[in-house]
Each structure stands twice: as C-alpha cells, then as structure tokens.
C-alpha cells in the first residue's frame, strides 16, 4: 500500500491558494503512484483545536465547533471542486482521532516518557508556544511574528524529547531520502547540531479549553501539535488491521513552514518512543508567493482558489500549479501569468489541436478515427519523440519533477501540431490519388494515437480533462500506465466525438 497524505489545515480560516496547491500536489503524486499500478491510500484533513480557533470562534461570536464545521464544509468543497482523490479526510474533534491521541499519551505516559514539572517562560499566545532565548531579536524584543508575548509559570507535562537527539541525528544521517529536497535534510540536521528541549505537550483547561484531555490528568489538554500529528495514525485505526496494511506512510506532504520543529523532530521522535515504525519520507514544499510576498491568513492576502477553478476549470488550475512550481522552491503568482499559461499551453497547443482533429475527422473519415497505413518519416519522427518523452516524463515524475514532465509533455503536443502542418491534411483532401487518401488517412490516425498518449501521460494533472479527451476519442476510461502509454492501433474505427472547444480563450 502506498499512503500519503497532507498536512491538516489549521481550522480558522477560509481555504486559499497554499492549501489548494498543497492538495494538488499530493493528488497529483497519489494518482501518478495509481498509474503506474500502486494501491494507494491519501489523507487530507482539518486540525480543530487550539487556541487560535477558540479565538476565532469566541470573535465570531459562535462555538468553536459550528466554526470547524463550516470551515470543514469549506474544505471539502474544495476537495470535490479541486478532484482531489483522497480516501479519507479526519477531522481532529472526531471521537476517532480523539481515541487515537488518549491511547498515545497514555502509553508514553505509563512508559515513564511524560513527567510533570513547573514551567515558567515567555509565552506567545499567537503562536501557542514558550518562546525561547534565540526568538529575540537584536534590541531584544520579541520578533513580529509571535504578537503579544506574556511570561507565565504554570504547571504542565513534558514529553522526554531531548533524550532521542541523538538517535534523531543517527536515523537522518542513515536515511538520506527521509526529507525530501536534500537542500532540508541538511537543515534539520544543521537545526539539531543545538540541543533540544523536553517538550511541553499540555495546555491547562483554564487557559484553553478546546482541546482533547490528558487521560492521566483532565485538567489538561494536549499541545495542538501532538494532537494534529497524531491525524496520520488516527486516519488508518492506530491498532488495527487497516493500520498494519497501510503503515508506514510513504510520504508526508507539507510546506516549508512545518518541517522544523514538528514534522522533523517531534514526529519522528513521538513514533519511536511508542515503538511505531517511522515515515518513509517527508515531501517538504515551498510556499507561493504574492508578488514576492507570503500569502496567509494572517496577512489578509489570499487568492480564492474556488473562483479561480470556476472561471478556467478544474484541470487548468492544476495544471497551472503543478507546472509553474519546482517542488520544495518558492513561487510566485500572478493571474497575469495564470491567464498566459492558459491561453498558450491549454488553448493554443492543446485544445487548438483537439478541435481541429475533430473538425478534420468530421470532414474527412465520417467522424472515424481511420487506420494508420502510411508510416513514412514524418510519422517516425513523432513516434520517436513519443518515446523519448514518455520515458523522460515517467522518470520526471519519479522525481517530483513535475513541472518539467509537464514542459516535456507540452513539447510533445506542440510537435502533434507541427507534424499536423506538415502532412496538411486539408491539402490532402483536395487531392484524388489513392496514396494521398491514405497519407490522409494515416495523418488523422497517428494525430489521434499521439493526443489519445499525451492525454494518458497528462492524466495525473489534469484528470477530467484526459478523461474528456480520451471520451472524444472514443474511449469509455484511462487505465494504468503500462497499458496506455504504448503507441497502438487502439483507437481505429473508434467513433470521435463532436467539435469541442475545451479551453475558451480568456483576455
Ligand atoms: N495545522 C498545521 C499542520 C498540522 S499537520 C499535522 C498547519 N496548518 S496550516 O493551515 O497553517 O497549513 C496547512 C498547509 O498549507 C501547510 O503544509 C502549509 O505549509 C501550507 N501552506 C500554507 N500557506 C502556503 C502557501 N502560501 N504556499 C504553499 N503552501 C502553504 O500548519
């Protein structure tokens, strides 16, 4: 079983485009894994808890949960509108999450692995954790990001997480594919050349009350990070049968912001204290841009990824996302260049090409796609790139290169139209020799087989609109990669659909 999954989207505020990018990316990694036949299990969720979404809802004027089930309702939303294939979405207030998390803290618990103790520091309540001596900033105060900022002392319960740096450092070091761009394997090893504290994994009700309580203590509730983590056990029934088929997770998917501390340290290190097998890999994205600068919540500039997917359409949103980021760099946005990718990859090469097929099947083979016959240099020329393309792009998914399988696949399509002006079949119609009739022939054939393979091979991005294409095609579904992406003579005699303009052009 190949399990993926993302991070969970902290309820307190509307989806944007982070999130959807985030859900895209995975889907796109979970159906390529499905094509080249792998059974594939994908997660995605919502993290409830937490003092923010308490803080949110009490501004909101509503109970916390009424916020997590609009949010929730949000999200799913978008999961539908963005065909996010995921098994399963956990959200952390369900009994069945909650169980999981008590059933951990119970276990380190009696392991001797929690210990209470006084705790006394800086607190920032924007970020819901103590602040430490290197959080100040020259003048030293407080850096922005952690807002008001109050000392307290309180009583509170440890996770023993210091006493596994070393082995932390060793399991890295030994597993060179655990994180993934290398350039963040070296950060968190870089990150832990200083030493790491105990960590503080309650909350008492007083000061947050929405969370999920200690089991060996209810005036307490967990730190949302132990809480949120825990989702990607909690999802597959942690002590199940389902758990042991699925576990360990192939990849983590997340964004740059959550590799350090969480993912990279506690993560690894709550596993293995309970003895659970560790994750095979950590996926670690950038972030987009806006004009350079982040997009969150909290600066107010987000980009509703739901209206962009209204106006241009499912696959061109994906599409646009996965081919403009380098997986694990940054990127920037902008609807300028959103509208250009759409307009020239999507309309001019690819679309162009699918209605003048279906124009020229229309007037010249009766709506058939007719046999290939002629395979002279031109035809030979095209089914070599295809090769080439084909193996290049496969491995560039391997390597979470999508943006260049993409670029490679679009090169591939636009040879489909070269080839299609060259062998003009609009001048071959015109003529009465046989040899011309099955130069025609040929022509419209091997255009078919070509736009039948780059849909298959752009299937992992843009689902509905490979679908679409195969269905103009005269196909009913797009199977696994070893029986699709191979040049056949599949679609002869097969009935092509009517003109269809699949990308209208936008100004
Ligand atoms: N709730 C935590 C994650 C817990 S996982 C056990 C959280 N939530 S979040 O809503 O802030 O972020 C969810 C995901 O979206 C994270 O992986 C985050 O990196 C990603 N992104 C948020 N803004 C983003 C961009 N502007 N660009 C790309 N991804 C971004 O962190």
Redesign the pocket.
Known sequence: MFYITT????ANGDP????A??LVLTDVIARYRRMIGDDVYFTTGL?EHGQKVQQSANKLGVKPIELCNDIASKFNDLCAELQISNNDYIRTTENRHKRVVQTILQELYDKKEIYKDDYKGFYSVKQEQFLQEKDRVEDGSWAEEFGEVIEIVESNYFFKLSQYQDWLIDFIKTNENFIFPQFRQKQVLEFLKNPINDLCISRPVERLSWGIPLPFDPGFVTYVWFD??I??ISAIKYGSDQFSDIWPVNIHV?????ILP?HAIYWPIILHACGIDLPQSLLV?????FSGR???KSSGETIDPLSLVKEYGTSAFRYFFTREMNVGQDSDYSLDQFIKRYNSDLGNDLGNLVSRLLNMGARYSDCLVPPVTVQDEPEKELLTLWETTRDEAVELYDGMQFHIALERTFTFIRAINRYTEIRAPWALAKSDEADDQKKLESTLGTIAESLRLSAALLAPVTPDISLKIYKLLGLSEISTWDLELSWSSRLEGKVMGEKTILFPRSQ
């Open positions: 991070a969970i989207v902290y944007h485009l982070g999130h990018y985030e993290d949120a983590l989702n990607y997340i964004g740059k912001d959550i969480a994205h950038g972030f987009w841009n982040k997009m969150s």
